[in-house]
């Protein structure tokens, strides 16, 4: 087999949640006809216990630890530089002496770089081969977004992140065979951005394990089922769902209380931020944190809902709940990238009174078993993840059709998701 070096921000395991998830089926997927050098970062003390669960994947692991406070200190020092901070957050001494090493000793045929905060550890390299790099979103509208939504003292340094990544952006779709984004909408956005480059540039989209999101097995209630029920799920410390959360509890759930009183939202995932967990003092509302499986909260749910402002890429809480058979209501930012008809597959709705209505809608009518039914059989026609990866196929296996390829076993103990972050 020839080798291949993967560099992660994180360890991509468990798959609990949205950069987690896709790297990890990246990595499996590509295990299958590469031996893997991955070299990744833990800014979670919790994830050393899985580095052991990615080794039969892996020919070897580099894993470099980083303090999250230590490491949002020294980001810092980006203000200095020209450097970005959220690429200064995840560079680390060691692991760049590991990838400079991996280069120079065992010169990969493929190099494959997922976020482009991983990126500058091998721009400037030689001997890396072919190299790919999952950009997944154009992160620099991220933050403009992030810029034009503040007017908070934040805001300057917003804007300065969003010029640093869109020029970090630039440099990788000059230097590399492919820049990948998470859907075509996204790849479309960022050739824009680089049209010199557009012929690298391509959409790969998510998938969802339908098989372990599936409606049929039984869930024990977490929540009253006599109510009207509707779950958010992501990792609550990303400050998109954080602002979705919180639209949702002020603004879209009082409406919704005005004709269901009795009508409830709950807040899953973990790591609430202090803003998300002030929402739990609204009457109805409920902020669960950290779950050890999503898939309750979502089974019993009247709908999923997905209240984005801020959305880049493809929400893997919405892929979720409709492989769960579930109803969501959504906002537009929330539906690109994504196959679902509106009002078919999911509803659409932008505004906080249209939020509102779809809402008790789906809590009034037996329209939801419809909807939801749709819904799956648009993940299990579009989303099945090795269906998905195949779009990487003819960077990364030019020349040898799927079903020539040997294929490696790969007997990871796969524990499964249990939150999205995006």
Not at 39 to 55: K, M, V, W
């Amino acid at each position: 087999m020839s080798d291949l070096l993967f560099l992660a921000q994180r360890l991509p395991y468990p798959p609990t949640k949205g950069e987690k998830i896709r790297a990890f089926h990246e990595l499996k997927y590509l295990a299958q006809w590469y031996d893997i050098h991955l070299g990744c970062l833990i800014d979670d003390p919790d994830d050393r216990q899985y580095i052991d669960a990615l080794r039969p994947l892996c020919r070897d692991i580099h894993v470099a630890q980083i303090n999250r406070r230590t490491a949002r200190l020294a980001c810092l020092t980006g203000l200095l530089t020209a450097d970005a901070l959220s690429v200064m957050y995840f560079r680390h001494r060691g692991l760049i002496d590991w990838v400079n090493n991996v280069v120079d000793t065992v010169r990969p045929a493929i190099t494959f770089v997922y976020s482009s905060n991983m990126a500058p550890y091998v721009l400037d390299l030689p001997n890396t081969g072919k190299t790919v790099v999952d950009l997944v979103d154009v992160d620099s509208e991220k933050w403009r977004a992030f810029a034009n939504a503040t007017k908070s003292p934040m805001r300057p340094v917003y804007r300065r992140e969003w010029r640093k990544i869109a020029e970090l952006e630039r440099r990788i779709a000059r230097h590399c065979a492919l820049s990948a984004l998470v859907s075509d909408a996204e790849a479309a956005l960022f050739a824009r951005h680089n049209p010199d480059c557009a012929k690298t540039i391509r959409g790969v989209s998510n998938g969802v394990d339908y098989r372990y999101f599936d409606p049929a097995s039984h869930y024990p209630p977490p929540y009253d089922t006599t109510r009207p029920n509707f779950v958010f799920t992501g990792t609550m410390d990303y400050p998109p769902n954080g602002d979705a959360a919180a639209w949702f509890a002020a603004e879209i759930l009082p409406l919704i209380q005005a004709s269901l009183p009795a009508a409830q939202f709950h807040v899953v995932g973990s790591n609430p931020s202090p803003e998300v967990r002030k929402l739990d003092q609204r009457a109805g509302v409920f902020v669960s944190g950290r779950v050890p499986d999503v898939r309750p909260y979502i089974a019993h749910a009247t709908a999923g809902v997905a209240p984005m402002r801020i959305a880049r890429g493809i929400q893997n809480k919405v892929l979720e709940a409709m492989a769960m058979a579930r109803p969501v209501v959504l906002t537009a930012g929330a539906l690109e990238g994504i196959a679902a008809v509106p009002m078919l597959e999911a509803i659409l709705a932008d505004t906080a009174a249209d939020f509102a209505a779809a809402c008790c809608r789906l809590a009034i009518t037996t329209d939801g078993v419809a909807i939801g039914a749709a819904a799956r059989r648009r993940i299990i026609s579009n989303y099945d993840w090795d269906a998905t990866l195949r779009g990487f196929d003819d960077i990364l296996r030019p020349g040898m059709p799927p079903a020539e390829a040997v294929h490696r076993s790969a007997p990871v103990s796969h524990l499964q998701p249990v939150e999205s972050s995006h």
